[in-house]
Structure formats: C-alpha cells, structure tokens
C-alpha cells in the first residue's frame, strides 16, 4: 500500500475532486424519479400542461447536469487511473533496474514481464473503476432510500426487505465465485508463462521439431483455463437472473401495496411509479458493488506480485549513499579470502573456501569442469552476487566498502550469456562508455578483433542489430562484448568464456592485443582451451567449487591432476 500511496500522492486534487463529482451525479440521478411523480401527479393527473413542461424542463436541466459530472467524473479517474498505472509502472521498472541478480534470479525475469504489463494494467483498472463505482454504489442507495422514506415509509419496508435478499444473494454467489476468480487469474499467468517459454526459446521449439508437443502443451493450460472461466462465470451468471427476479418480486410487492395505498388514497401514482425506480436504483447499485468485488478480487493477486517486486532488496545493500569516503580502485588486485557462496534458495554451497590473491597487471585463467563455478566465483568481484561467507577483495578493501558505481567503472564484464541490445554496432559499445569518442571505439573494437568485420559490413559501426544481437555471428557477438568491456579501460578485466565461438588464432590475437594494450589490467580469462591457460601467467583449476590447484602452466602439469587431463585430452586431438 505504501507504494500505492506514494504514486497516487500526485493524484491529490482528482482523488478528492472525483467523490465530490460522483455525489453531485448520484443527486442528479436519484432526484429523477421525484420530478417523474411531479409530472404525473400534479401534471398529467391533473391536466395541468404548463405543470408538465416546467417540471419537464427541470428534469431535463438537472438531467444535463448529471451527464456533465458523471463525464467530468470519468475523465478525472480515466486520467488518474492512467497516470497511476504509469507512475506504478515506472516505479516497478526503477526497481528491477536496482535488483541484484539474485533478486532478478528469484522474481524470475519472465514473471517480471506480466508483472510489468498486465498486473499493472489490472491494478490500473481497478484504480478506474473504484473512483468511478466504489463511492457511487453506496451514495446512490443512500439517495434512493432517503427518498423512498421520504414519500411513504411504510412503502420503503418493502423496498428495505428486498434489499437484504439481494444482499444475501450476492454475498453467498460471490463467495463461491470470488476464489474462481482468482484461480482463473492463477491459471492465466501459468498460460501467459508458457508462452513467454516457448517464445524465447522458439530456435530450440523449431531445431527439435517439437513444436506439436508444445501445441499440445499449449492446449491443454489453454483448455484447462476455459473450464475454469466457464466455472467462474457460471457462478456469477446465476448472479443476473437472481437479481432480475428478486427485482420483479420486489417490484410486483410495491405495485401491489402500493396499489392499495393509491386505491386508498395514501399514495399518489406518481409516487408509486417513482418508488419502482428508485427500487430498481438501490439494486443496481448493490449488483455494482458485486461487480467491484470481483475486480478488487482480480487485483489483489496482481497487487500482491506487484508489491513483491516492489519490496526486494535492492541490488547491493550497504553502498554508495551510505558510505562516508568515495572510495576508489586504485590498483586492481584482487584477494579472495574463505569466501564460500551459495544461490539464495540453493540447497548447498557452490563454492567453498576459496584463496588466492591476483596482483596489478596478471592474467590468470580460471578453468574447471563445467558446473565447477567458474563463473560463480568471478561474479563475485564486481558484486553481481555477494559472497556467503569470507570476504572478497579489491586492494586489500572489502568490495562492499566501494561505491557501486565505482565497481561497475572499473570492472569490466563480459559475462558467459552476454547479450547486445537491438541497436546500432557503436551505440552496443557505447553501453559500456556513453561519451566514447569513434577512435575509442575504434580501439577497442580493434582489440577485440572486431574492427575488421564491423568495417565489413556496408554501414560499419552504424549497422544496426537485431533483437540480443541478431545479425551477428556467436564469435562475432562475443568480440563486440570484449570490446565492450574494453572500452571502459577497466582496471579489472573479467572474460567468462568470451571467446569460445572465436577460431583459435582470433583468440591469440585477441590476447596478444590485450597484453599490449591493457599492461595494468588484471585479467581474468574463463576458458575450456588449453592455448588460453597456457599464455596466462597463473591458473585457477576449480573443481566442484574448490580450488584444485593454482599455479603456472608449468607447475600445474605437476601438480593438478584436472589440469593435465584437460592438457592431455586436446593433445590428443590435434
Ligand atoms: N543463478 C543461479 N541460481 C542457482 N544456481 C546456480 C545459478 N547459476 C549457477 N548455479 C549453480 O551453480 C553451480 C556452478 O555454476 P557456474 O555457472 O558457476 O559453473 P561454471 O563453472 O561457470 O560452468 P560452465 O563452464 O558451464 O559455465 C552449478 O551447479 C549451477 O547449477
Ligand atoms: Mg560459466
């Protein structure tokens, strides 16, 4: 709610304007069926013509009035309702853009999409039809029985029963049909997820020749959604003719005292006539509250996926306000101490007592099994994820004691699942430095062995790219990221796998260009090949999350027995 109130907060002025435009339409309404009995009794009963247009004229006045509030009215909350679902939206964003990746690991990225689209667009709705429903229901039965009483009360018990009835109706059918609803959302977002599924992994659907198998998944949450649709409406279309013969008893109930009354006397016939209508206001008024109830219904399960996201940690709790020295990476060394780590809600560690301490300058290759934690154990230097237990270093200083934008300045990243953005080659690279100028560019795509093709393209670095980089090769995508990373002249460098899909003479390349141009880089280079650990200064063998040897190309040979598997095993295939 604390977010909610925050948003709407600048919604002030229409949020107290709209109830008081809903009260004037429900007067203007609910005033109707008196000018009615007026035309009739004192006009029409009595022949009297000028009775019949004066009042007329009135009614059609007051008519005028309600239709311009109820317009104002609906404009307000369709422009707050709209501002609200913006703001919310913005706010969510903001947020995810904060998240560390273990908050975007948890929430789930798919599931942050509905979050953002259609869980918004439901609260947004709510928004609508509260101010436009929630105080105009029970203003309009206010109104309605104020009247009724006015003009007979012993009349208005009939009016006054009916409407307990009703009540009840709706009450016992809402309760059966409420949890439908949400169940009926539930499902939905199960639908919505598998699609967003199979639409991102759409190459795989095709390359597998799967794609009956997921109509026939698809079908079966499709099917399973409609039964449930057709349930929840079930219990709610009995809501209909209830209503509908709760207001003919009621209505025939009235007739007949009422008749009584006219016949006696009591009551004039344009009372009676108006006391129908106000019967019929007052339930449709409590059919409209039914119907809010569902929408709150709808929204409670979006508002609540809403506010989870809201109310994650942000990324790197600990750093940048909250520190009192700007601290700033001088060096580039990095220790790690004990550090243990595990994925929030993984069942054991994935990386255990890890030691080693990396000086200003040196190349070291991590390599390992897959599922070792190669990557695991670097993401822990620029804070993607925080150590466990035991403390990761940069200059003999805790990474947390930094600012976290300085983390991200200094360290550069190209992560194992890197992606480019559906943009031109230069703006790609610019992601990693806003103001570079083209011949920074320029040199970092040359490092990176990039320049040549990008020059190959007819628009060169202004070609443009398709959605994660479409256009581009995998080896080619990998060295627009080196050079991306590049680009920041980082002091740290960190390559995870980034030059797998690059031919080996490319990758020496790209190494010898590294050396020469990044002497007081400390690099980092995940890699399965053997030519890569073997022009690194040191290497870190890991095995299942521990360090299984570190040392030189040449020690290892002695030492490791994964390290001499691995050199053996690509002896061999050459
Ligand atoms: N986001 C995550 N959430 C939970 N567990 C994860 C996550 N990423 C990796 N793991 C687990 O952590 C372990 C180490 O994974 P990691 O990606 O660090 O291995 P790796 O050595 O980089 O492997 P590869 O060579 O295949 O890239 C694996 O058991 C994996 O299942
Ligand atoms: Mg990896």
């Not at 994935?350 to 934690?373: C, K, W, Y």
Request: aromatic share 8%; with cysteine; net charge neutral.
């Amino acid at each position: 709610m604390k977010h909610y109130r925050e948003i709407l907060r600048r919604y002030k002025t229409s949020l107290f304007v709209s109830p008081f435009l809903v009260l004037v339409t429900v007067l203007c309404e609910t005033v109707q069926p008196m000018f009615m009995a007026e035309i009739i009794d004192a006009g029409v009963m009595r022949r009297n013509l000028s009775v019949v247009s004066e009042t007329g004229l009135h009614m059609a006045l007051v008519s005028l009035a309600g239709l311009f509030f109820s317009v104002a009215n609906i404009y307000v909350s369709s422009i707050t309702s709209i501002g609200f679902g913006t703001g919310l939206r913005a706010a969510l964003f903001h947020k995810i853009q904060q998240l560390s990746f273990a908050g975007v690991d948890r929430l789930g990225p798919a599931s942050l999409v509905t979050r953002l689209t259609g869980d918004v667009a439901r609260i947004q709705h709510l928004v609508l039809t509260s101010m436009r429903i929630l105080l105009r229901a029970p203003f309009t039965l206010m109104m309605a029985v104020f009247f009724v009483v006015r003009i007979n009360p012993d009349l208005a018990m009939a009016l006054l029963a009916s409407i307990p009835v009703l009540g009840a109706a709706i009450f016992v059918i809402l309760r059966k049909g409420l949890p439908l609803f949400l169940k009926v959302q539930q499902q939905l977002d199960r639908l919505n997820g598998l699609v967003r599924e199979n639409l991102i992994n759409i190459r795989v659907v095709k390359s597998f020749v799967r794609e009956d198998f997921e109509t026939a998944r698809f079908t079966r949450s499709s099917e399973a959604l409609r039964d449930l649709v057709i349930r929840a409406s079930d219990t709610v279309v009995t809501l209909f003719p209830v209503m509908q013969l709760v207001m003919n008893l009621s209505i025939l109930a009235i007739l007949w005292f009422g008749g009584y009354k006219v016949i006696g006397g009591e009551l004039k016939v344009g009372e009676l006539i108006s006391f129908v209508n106000y019967l019929t206001q007052a339930l449709m008024s409590l059919m409209m509250f039914s119907m809010i109830s569902v929408a709150f219904a709808r929204a409670s399960a979006s508002s609540r996926r809403i506010t989870e996201a809201l109310d994650a940690e942000p990324s790197l709790p600990g750093t940048s306000a909250t520190l009192p020295d700007q601290r700033r990476i001088g060096r580039g060394d990095v220790t790690f101490r004990h550090v243990s780590f595990r994925y929030e809600g993984g069942e054991e560690d994935v990386l255990h007592d890890i030691n080693f301490h990396v000086r200003q300058g040196e190349t070291v290759a991590v390599a390992g099994a897959t599922g070792s934690a190669k990557s695991s154990m670097l993401q822990l230097i620029p804070r993607l994820y925080d150590a466990t237990a035991g403390e990761v270093l940069i200059d003999g200083v805790n990474v947390k004691a930094y600012p976290s934008d300085e983390l991200r300045d200094k360290i550069g990243v190209a992560l194992q699942k890197n992606e480019l953005f559906a943009a031109t080659i230069a703006d790609n690279l610019r992601w990693g430095k806003p103001d570079a100028t083209q011949k920074e560019l320029e040199d970092a795509a040359r490092a990176a062995e990039a320049h040549d093709f990008i020059m190959s393209f007819a628009a060169g670095y202004d070609t443009m790219l398709g959605r994660g980089g479409a256009g581009v090769s995998g080896g080619q995508k990998q060295r627009l990221c080196i050079a991306r990373a590049l680009l920041r002249k980082p002091k740290i460098l960190i390559l995870d796998d980034s030059a797998s899909a690059v031919d080996t003479e490319t990758e020496r390349r790209i190494q010898a260009n590294l050396r020469s141009c990044l002497t007081d880089t400390t690099v980092f280079i995940i890699t399965q090949r053997i030519g890569t650990m073997e022009s690194a200064g040191r290497i870190i063998v890991l095995e299942d999350g521990k360090i299984e040897a570190i040392g030189s190309p040449e020690e290892l040979l002695l030492t490791s027995g994964v390290y001499r598997e691995i050199y053996q095993s690509q002896q061999t295939a050459f």
